[in-house]
């Protein structure tokens, strides 16, 4: 798939961010970039523990590294998982990459070349839960 240049360094984030993942468990490694409001990158890698249910995703751990980085808004987030071709965000993550996302924030599913699907956040996930919070 033909990309700009702003997805393919966001593509090579997330496998970076991959390569720092803890998944001896699962030996299912995922990297997550986010390009956040102020244009900086943060990268985040899932991170088992012997406990299964204590482990956390790569977007969760993006998204930590964004916060504490200062930024509150994602751009664009490049997912990349080893042994997929395409990782789409699970369930939980989804409803915690919308809560830094607008409706058109762009999701990159990647596998080990570069991006070959471009989703919104809306079609990532529709209908989701919304009040009129914050
Ligand atoms: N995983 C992620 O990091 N992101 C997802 O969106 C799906 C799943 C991780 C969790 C676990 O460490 C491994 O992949 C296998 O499920």
Known sequence: MSQDTSAQVLF??????????????????VGAAIRA??????????????SFPQGWCAEPSAISAMIMGGAKKITEIAVIA?????????GGCRQKIAEFASADTKIYLCDEVGV???????????????TELP
């Open 12 to 29: 090579e984030a997330a496998r970076e961010a991959m390569s720092f993942a803890h998944a001896p468990y699962s030996k299912f490694p």
């Open 37 to 50: 409001e102020d244009g900086k990158i943060y990268k985040g890698a899932n991170i088992e523990n012997l």
């Open 82 to 90: 080893e042994k997929l071709a395409l990782c789409p965000p699970c």
């Open 116 to 130: 070959q699907k471009v989703m919104t956040m809306d079609e990532l996930l529709p209908f989701s839960f919304k």
